[in-house]
């Protein structure tokens, strides 16, 4: 299991998916709604802080099992 980070919330977009800032990291990391635990995508708003980690992709890296922190 990878390591546990945590951010804020700094996007969020009709299509159920959004951005996390972690602090001291340049480039913000997507989520999608599927990768919410505890938590609805409703129940989100821009600034929330969260717990999360990181997953490499084909297409880079991005944020799963979301929680609120």
Known sequence: ?????????????ERNGGMIKEPGIKEDL???AD??????FAELKKGDKV????V???KGPYATNVKRA
């Open 35 to 40: 990768a919410l635990e505890g938590t609805t």
């Open 56 to 58: 490499q992709s084909k």
């Open 51 to 54: 717990a999360f980690q990181i």
């Open 1 to 13: 299991m990878s390591a546990t980070h945590t951010g804020k919330i700094t996007e969020l977009n």
């Open 30 to 32: 997507f989520f999608h």
